[in-house]
Each structure stands twice: as C-alpha cells, then as structure tokens.
C-alpha cells in the first residue's frame, strides 16, 4: 500500500489523525501533529505533493496510547535486572518479561501491532484514561527501551520500513499499563509556570512544548543536564522569538526545571543564555 493510500484509510476508516513526516520522522507540514487531520482532502493534497511522505499519526488526537519498544543502538547495554533475565535482548524483550511477571502476558500481544524500521515494535491500544504525559516524559513506564506515546506525542503509522503485523481490531489499554499511568499521576512533581495565550492553537502548543522540555532538564542525569538543559532552551527559544512564549515563562520554567535536577541558578541561567545567543546566531545546537 502506498503512504498516501495509508493515510487516507487511517483517517477514513480507523477516524485516526495524520499528517506527512519526512524520512527522519520530523514534520513536513509547519504545525507538525498539530496539523494531524482526518480531513481526506488535506490529505490528498498533502501526499500529492509529498507522494513518498511516511505517515505521521498523532497519538492524543486519534484516542490512542502506543508503546515503543526499541532495540540498543550500537555500544548500548541493557542494564540490571533486566540484563540478568535468559532471553532479554531488547525493549520487546524487557516489556514482555515486565507484563508476564504481572500476570498480563497475553494482553500485550492481543491488538494492533506494527514493525519500526530499526526492529523495535509499536502496540496500539485504545485511550480511555486521556493519558497526556509531556513528550519529555515518554519513559513513565519506567522500563528500559520503552516508551510510551500518547497525549501530544505521535508515532510513525505506515511508511518505507514499517510492516503492520497484527492488524488490529484496537483493544482497549490493558489493566495494568493504566495502573502504572495512575501511579505516574500521582507522584509528586514540581509545578511549572506556563503561560496563557490569546491564540487557543498557539497556547495549547506552547504549553505542551515547555511541559515537554521542562520534564526533560527535570530528569536529566548528573552528567548531561546542561547539555539536555541547553538544548532545551534552543528549542524553546524559537517560540519566544515568535511571540507565542513569553521569555518570563520560558526563563522560570527552564530555571525551575533547572534546580529539579540539582543546577544552581546561576549555571543554569548561563546554559539559557548561550542557547538563546546561538539562536539568534541561525546556529544549531551540535
């Protein structure tokens, strides 16, 4: 089946929000998932002009929560316990062993299943919990080489390299990956100051945005938080410079994530800063 084809069922039969992303999974449309439709015009329009476009599908939208199992990229090593299990060589691998010691093996199995590229895997389940954790916090589960896509988060759907395996139906999400979402609500988080906008569209997205990579500096490990720091501040800076995030919110936000994860003020001020010269310099961050 071709992309576009893919994109018009996804959204036509299954009522699934997509939008076109490029072979590196980023965007082609300026909005990224926010543009994410089920309009089939749009769509038809859009892979017309971009035929070879893989299938971006936004996760919130389309009422669904996706768990990403990815295998070690080269040099990477799986880490204890999980390490320590015969037969565990991958994210599959360790989610498996996860849901089998909670008595739920065969739930994981029993619903839309699709093949990454890379040999990782992507199971589909219905939402009924509006899971929304922040893109910086996609690891929730707790689980090495899984993530877990929903709210304003999106998963490649169909494209070169992606093979569906089970076709569905979608089940519902499984009792236990809703007891893990509720234990992850409840754990006591520092509360980020977000902006409010004018722009409905703009607002939700900026929100999401310094939500997301907030959560990122929060839990960067000692060792990497001025790089996951700055690089975070890169990305936000292009909100501010387009007026869609004020620099107050963007800088309290940053900093309070900041010291979450042990920075003083001063040193984070200074990651901040630099981010904030290199956009203005065109840079990007290396």
């Known amino acids: 089946m071709k992309p576009g084809?893919?994109?018009l069922k996804a959204a036509g039969e299954y009522g699934w929000h997509v939008f076109p992303c490029r072979p590196d999974k980023s965007p082609y449309t300026s909005n990224g998932l926010l543009d994410a439709t089920v309009d089939t015009g749009q769509l038809a329009r859009w892979w017309r002009r971009w035929p070879g476009a893989l299938v971006g599908l936004a996760c919130g939208k389309s009422g669904l929560v996706v768990i990403d199992?990815?295998?070690p990229k080269a040099g990477q090593t799986i880490p204890r316990p999980w390490c320590e299990i015969p037969g565990v060589t991958d994210g599959a691998d360790i989610l498996a062993a996860y849901v089998e010691d909670h008595g739920a093996g065969k739930t994981l199995w029993n619903t839309r299943t699709v093949r990454?590229?890379?040999g990782g895997w992507h199971w589909y389940w219905r939402d009924p919990a509006g899971m929304s954790p922040g893109v910086g916090e996609k690891s929730w589960l707790g689980l090495p080489?899984?993530?877990?896509?929903?709210?304003?988060?999106?998963?490649i759907a169909f494209g070169s390299g992606y093979r569906t395996t089970h076709p569905g139906p979608v089940a519902a999400a499984p009792g236990w990956l809703l007891e893990k979402w509720r234990e992850h609500q409840n754990r006591v988080r520092p509360a980020l100051r977000i902006v409010t906008l004018s722009n409905d569209k703009n607002a939700a997205y900026a929100q999401t945005a310094l939500n997301a990579?907030?959560?990122?500096?929060?839990e960067a490990a000692r060792g990497e938080r001025n790089d996951v720091l700055f690089r975070a501040a890169f990305s936000l800076s292009r909100?501010?410079?387009n007026g869609e995030l004020s620099e107050r919110d963007f800088r309290d936000g940053l900093v309070m994530a900041a010291s979450v994860?042990?920075?003083a003020e001063r040193e984070a001020t200074t990651a901040i800063d630099s981010a904030m010269k290199r956009r203005t310099s065109r840079g990007r961050p290396a």
């Open 116 to 118: 990454t590229r890379r």
């Open 145 to 155: 080489l899984v993530d877990v896509r929903a709210g304003g988060a999106y998963v």
């Open 5 to 7: 084809d893919a994109a």
């Open 261 to 263: 994860a042990g920075l």
């Open 239 to 241: 909100l501010v410079e």
């Open 69 to 71: 199992a990815d295998v």
């Open 213 to 218: 990579e907030c959560a990122k500096v929060a």
